[in-house]
């Protein structure tokens, strides 16, 4: 059984859920975050993965009992970067191969 399921980039959750509940734009957040608009952007966007540095960065800035917790983002972006890879394997690899390898 296959299942489709195309997990979001956490970066989409910041910019779609995180930033309109605090009522912040794209550069007040990087101000608080510490951090680069540009830099900020490119993981919005998904361009660019949350780094174990920015995870630590949402943890403290969010807090943990408000959703902030370093190692869930982390888990999210592990989540999608594991989905994007399986997803190009199974493309490029068919299971009768990986037997006879």
């Known amino acids: 059984m296959s299942r489709i399921y195309n997990p979001p980039h956490p970066g ?10 605090l009522g912040l734009s794209v550069t007040e957040a990087a101000d608080q975050l510490g951090v680069a608009r540009p830099s900020l952007s490119r993981v ?14 949402i943890e403290q800035w969010l807090g943990v009992e408000n959703g902030g917790r370093a190692d ?17 394997f199974n493309a490029q690899v068919k299971p009768a191969e990986l037997i006879a390898a």
Do not use: C, F
């Open 12 to 21: 989409e959750t910041l910019r779609d859920d995180v930033l309109p509940a």
């Open 44 to 57: 919005l966007n998904g361009r660019a993965a949350i780094s174990p540095e920015m995870a630590l960065r």
């Open 72 to 88: 869930l983002w982390l888990a999210e972006q592990v989540t999608y970067d594991l989905w994007q890879a399986r997803s190009k």
